[in-house]
């Protein structure tokens, strides 16, 4: 070979060689610049908002205003703060969808016309899925790339930012349009915001774990925002005549469970319609173990039990008795059973085992807790065997729902009960009602106090 051809030959070695170098260059710039803007060191929401007691009182009466709307057309009304709606978020988002770990979102509204939602989450488990999920479909050089960006992720957030229109005069179910979609420091432009908005869409309305928000965005008639609170128009619908918990219920339990729910009701409505609490617990705990075994089921048989219970308990009209305002509506309330001859302590547990879930642990917490202050506020004491009363049925619903050896174990205790104290520590004499009467500074201890008593329950401590 001529010195001519070796030096061409050398010069297009160097060239494929420069070349090959200068793409691995460009890969890396591509990779550093696409984490720098789509991935943050910290995240613009980094939590969901907690309910205080504060928050509670005034969700309290928004529920109470609501239940008393009466209208020929069926729809009910409410008004919403910008902290009412993350509120609302943080409850019913972690618990209906299916999301990668540390997911948060958050909305702003703004004084008309306008919303935005906010969306943080953990870069590296969203990058993973996304790699694993469209890897097949990807050129080696974007196969390598999207390598890199998820290298880059580890510690790092995803932020996105939705910017929303709301208009309320638009047809049902059009009322928000998607203006803008920011993803980290990268704005997408509307028609691509829009596409994108149209295939989340549409992702979403195939996910089962999606199917209760899609029913309850059909029930909704108007959506207006105004003055940075969100305006909101719809309806309940009632399924065969009967509602959950009077409606409240509906909104966060999927048509299977509100027809297993119904199935205990039926039970119930068969008893007697006093008597004690234990006696009519054990023999439903039983039907719920059957049912189990053909189900395979024991949290969900368990779970339509304590709600049913809450039914027969009046759960509809829970928020009005613990208002301090609405002592009349309380006098109304069923009380069919009781734990050791009272029947404000059998109430006490089954509705805060009822409330805790369809809300949360948290929440029906507080509300047993505002119960009480609420009474002190009225010229009554705090009373212990009341918050003890709660905090069974917190207890309660937890293990009775918290894994199918839990559920089962739980079915196991209740349908061999036979006395009160087996469904109730006895707090003694010291506590009997002429000195059951504490206030506000005592709370702390008599919480102490009553986590000691449920701590030595076989079916009430706290299970991991």
Do not use: C
């Not at 179910?173 to 979609?181: A, F, N």
């Not at 619903?397 to 520590?425: G, H, M, V, Y």
Request: aromatic residues 8%.
């Amino acid at each position: 070979m001529s010195k001519t051809a070796m030096k061409l030959l050398l010069r297009i070695f160097i060239f494929l060689f420069g070349i090959v170098i200068a793409g691995v260059v460009l890969l890396f710039i591509l990779g550093w610049a696409a984490s720098y803007a789509l991935f943050d060191s910290e995240p613009q929401v980094a939590a969901y908002e907690s309910t205080s007691l504060e928050d509670l009182r005034r969700i309290k009466h928004l529920a109470i205003d609501f239940s008393r709307q009466t209208s020929p057309d069926a729809v009910k009304r409410v008004t919403l703060s910008e902290r009412d709606v993350n509120l609302a978020i943080g409850h019913f988002v972690p618990r209906q969808a299916k999301l990668p770990e540390q997911t948060y979102f958050a909305a702003q509204l703004a004084p008309a016309e306008r919303a935005n939602v906010i969306a943080s989450a953990l870069a590296k488990p969203l990058a993973k899925q996304l790699y694993e999920q469209y890897r097949n479909q990807l050129q080696p050089w974007a196969r390598s790339l999207a390598e890199k960006v998820v290298a880059a992720s580890t510690g790092r957030w995803v932020n996105a930012q939705l910017e929303l229109t709301v208009n309320a005069d638009a047809e049902q179910g059009k009322w928000l349009s998607v203006e803008k979609i920011k993803l980290g420091s990268i704005p997408l432009n509307e028609s691509l915001s829009r596409d994108i908005a149209a295939r989340v869409l549409r992702e979403i309305t195939q996910r089962e774990d999606m199917a209760l928000a899609i029913e309850s965005w059909k029930n909704l008639r108007r959506l207006s925002v105004e003055d940075t609170k969100l305006s909101v128009e719809f309806v309940i619908p009632e399924r065969g005549g009967e509602l959950a918990l009077g409606g409240i219920e509906s909104l966060v339990l999927k048509p299977g469970e509100q027809e297993l729910i119904n199935i205990y009701s039926r039970q119930l409505a068969a008893l007697p319609r006093s008597g004690a609490l234990v006696k009519v617990i054990a023999p439903r705990f039983e039907f719920a173990s059957q049912r189990s075994k053909q189900s395979r089921d024991p949290v969900a048989e368990n779970r339509a039990l304590l709600l049913a219970l809450a039914r027969r308990y009046g759960g509809e009209q829970l928020l009005t008795m613990m208002d301090s305002g609405q002592q009349r509506f309380a006098r109304d309330i069923p009380k069919p059973y009781t734990i050791y001859g009272r029947r404000d302590l059998a109430q006490h547990l089954i509705l805060s085992a009822g409330l805790s879930l369809i809300a949360s642990q948290d929440v029906a917490e507080l509300f047993g807790i505002d119960k009480e202050l609420s009474d002190l506020l009225g010229g009554r004491s705090i009373s212990a065997w009341d918050l003890l009363a709660d905090k069974a049925g917190l207890r309660l619903a937890e293990n009775a729902t918290l894994s199918s050896a839990s559920a089962i174990d739980t079915q196991k205790w209740f349908s061999r009960a036979r006395r009160d104290r087996q469904i109730l520590p006895d707090l003694g004499a010291e506590f009997d009602y002429s000195e059951d009467k504490f206030g506000p500074d005592e709370l702390d201890q008599l919480e102490l106090m009553i986590e000691l008593y449920l701590e030595q329950h076989p079916a009430l401590r706290k299970r991991s």
